[in-house]
């Protein structure tokens, strides 16, 4: 049952199995997070700063990410790692190949993509770069051209932990949401037909088609997981949790009546933005995943789980198929094939106006 689902996912959760306690030293680990200046991507790069890791911070907003970069490094002051600012707008397409051009010239493994950036709903009617509605580009297209554009990179880092007797450790995970849960339209995504074309309908109500695209990044999850399997790389969604973030600005701005329920009544049911890091943190690093977990979702603070049987059936059937294929579509032409590292794994088709006012950030909401 969603809600019985949704209920165990918020209320009387289990302490975290990894945190920065016990995540042990992550030297020679490379990890790049999306989102990484604020909010639960900020804690995460703080851990994995602090373990000792490469990390990439990857952000649009220069001060923003310059702030968050000064502040893990007082988090951490005797760290032996390395934390890099990347400049990176999942909400126009264009300046994904750049990015990802400026990573490869920095970095020659990526143990670890945190697909953590991510926007909730933004004022109806909001649009990419490229003219998408902004949620589905930001949190569905713009993550799948990246994690596809850095694909062979992460299978040659997989080909070398694999020479070196440790499988499935190379990982990629997708931002969900308890919203997919919450997700009203049966089986997750309804279509309609636009010059000819398919594509995902717009519902015109923000959050309702924010839970369309957790459930988007559900399915891109499991089919580019199961592309990948045969790399070693491993492919999971998850649910960071219900946290207190930046990510809820646009719903906390809905006047003062909404700011006071979300200050004094719906915070309290919220939990501090570093424990949506240790989700991530599991979903990275724990032994208990493996390539055998293509496509599952991972409930708060890293628990293999089950959505409801609807989603279950759309992500591995028509539907699932149907909006992989429209994120391949409006994708294909920004991935980035890169020839000094495409040899390491076989090749693939490739899966597949109005920006944001605020940095974006892969966080969730107890209605997210």
Not at 305 to 327: F, H, S
Request: glycine share 10%.
């Amino acid at each position: 049952m969603p809600l019985l689902s949704s209920l165990q996912q918020t209320f009387f959760l289990p302490k975290p199995v990894l945190t920065e306690h016990n995540i042990g030293d992550l030297s020679g680990r490379t990890v790049l997070v999306t989102g990484g200046n604020s909010g639960v991507g900020k804690e995460l790069c703080a851990i994995l700063y602090g373990a000792n890791a490469t990390v990439f911070l990857a952000g649009r907003n220069e001060k923003a990410c310059a702030e968050a970069l000064e502040w893990i490094k007082k988090e951490a002051p005797n760290s032996r790692g390395s934390i890099t600012w990347l400049k990176l707008d999942l909400s126009d397409l264009s300046t994904i190949p750049v990015a990802v051009k400026e990573f490869l010239s920095k970095a020659d493994r990526l143990d670890y993509l945190a697909n953590n950036a991510g926007v909730m709903s933004p004022p109806a009617g909001t649009k990419g770069k490229q003219g998408h509605e902004i949620q589905h580009v930001t949190n569905c297209i713009g993550a799948y051209v990246l994690t596809e554009s850095l694909r062979p990179l992460l299978a040659k880092t997989a080909k070398e932990e694999k020479a070196k007797g440790r499988d499935n450790t190379v990982r990629v995970s997708w931002a969900g949401s308890i919203g997919i849960e919450l997700n009203m339209v049966k089986g997750g995504v309804e279509f309609v037909q636009k010059d000819g074309v398919e594509e995902p309908k717009i519902i015109g109500d923000p959050m309702k088609d924010y839970m369309v695209t957790k459930t988007g990044d559900l399915f891109l999850c499991k089919a580019w997981g199961d592309e990948v399997k045969q790399d070693g790389i491993v492919s999971v969604c998850f649910n960071p949790g219900n946290l207190w973030t930046g990510l809820q600005r646009h719903e906390r701005a809905g006047g003062r009546l909404k700011d006071f329920v979300w200050q004094h009544i719906l915070s309290k049911f919220l939990f501090d933005a570093r424990y949506g890091a240790y989700t991530e943190l599991w979903c990275g690093f724990s032994p208990d995943v493996t390539v055998e977990d293509q496509g599952r979702y991972i409930a708060p603070w890293g628990r293999k789980w089950t959505v409801r049987d609807d989603l279950e059936k759309a992500r591995d059937g028509d539907i699932g198929a149907r909006y992989v294929e429209w994120v391949r579509r409006e994708g294909k032409d920004y991935i980035v094939r890169d020839d000094a590292t495409a040899s390491a794994t076989t090749t693939a088709a490739p899966v597949a106006v109005t920006t944001p006012s605020a940095p974006t950030d892969g966080n969730t909401t107890m209605f997210g």
